[in-house]
């Protein structure tokens, strides 16, 4: 069963804004991780965030994790154009698998 | 520069064809991965190897059968497939298969079946 669940499934806004993206999840994990997608390209590790941790920052990425609430956040601040892509989240809960969610599809108008 | 190379980026093929995806990884990783994206749907897992030993299979259907002659390269064959294969297929590695270690992706091949 789908494990992450990204929200909202779409989120456009202007350049320099921030923009906040939302991921929950069912079972206990091991750690949660954030991905990009480039429209026709892979996926792209953004950053990983352990299950003892509650927060991490990477340049303009704040990422937080609530375990009792079984959610996560991603936040990029101060948006660019180039950040637009689909953005996923991804758990790993007991085995080696990752599973991830249907993505958020961030548009940032220039 | 990703790190892993999938070929061909684009095929279009009818159902009674076969070909092959290739993928290769220049990171020293010993986890390969290949996934299948639709639209609308989950990134799903379709195989995994470790050290170049199959050790997941998420019913996949035999009309997909992959290969890992060594832990740099791995191949998913394709034979009579259907409509609904149609999708992008994208192949990962990790440093090794434990708990959930980030994942390199390629760019994929976009499959269309005629």
């Known amino acids: 069963s789908q494990q992450g669940e990204e929200d909202p499934q779409a989120l456009s806004i202007q350049e320099g804004e921030n923009a906040t993206m939302n991921c929950s999840y069912k079972?206990?994990?091991?750690?949660l991780q954030w991905y990009r997608q480039n429209s026709g390209r892979g996926l792209v590790h953004l950053i990983l965030?352990?299950?003892?941790?509650r927060e991490k920052h990477s340049g303009r990425l704040r990422v937080t994790l609530d375990t009792s609430k079984k959610s996560s956040s991603l936040l990029i601040t101060a948006s660019r154009a180039a950040d637009t892509a689909s953005y996923f989240c991804?758990?790993?809960?007991?085995?080696?698998?990752?599973?991830f969610g249907k993505g958020t599809k961030l548009s940032v108008i220039p | 520069e990703t790190g892993v190379t999938q070929t061909p980026r684009h095929l279009v093929m009818g159902m009674t064809n076969k070909k092959s995806l290739k993928c290769e990884q220049h990171?020293?990783?010993?986890?390969m991965y290949w996934y299948k994206q639709s639209a609308k749907k989950p990134l799903e897992l379709m195989f995994v190897?470790?050290?170049?030993?199959?050790?997941e299979n998420n019913s996949v259907p035999s009309r997909f059968s992959p290969e890992c002659p060594n832990s740099s390269h791995l191949f998913l064959h394709l034979h009579t497939l259907q409509p609904e294969d149609s999708a992008l297929y994208l192949c990962?590695?990790?440093?090794?298969?434990?708990?959930?270690?980030?994942?390199?992706f390629g760019d994929g091949t976009r499959l269309s079946i005629l």
């Open positions: 079972t206990s994990i091991n750690n």
């Open positions: 990962a590695s990790s440093l090794n298969r434990g708990q959930g270690q980030p994942q390199h």
């Open positions: 990171l020293g990783h010993n986890a």
């Open positions: 991804a758990t790993a809960a007991g085995s080696y698998q990752l599973t």
């Open positions: 965030i352990r299950s003892n941790e």
């Open positions: 190897y470790n050290f170049k030993e199959q050790t």
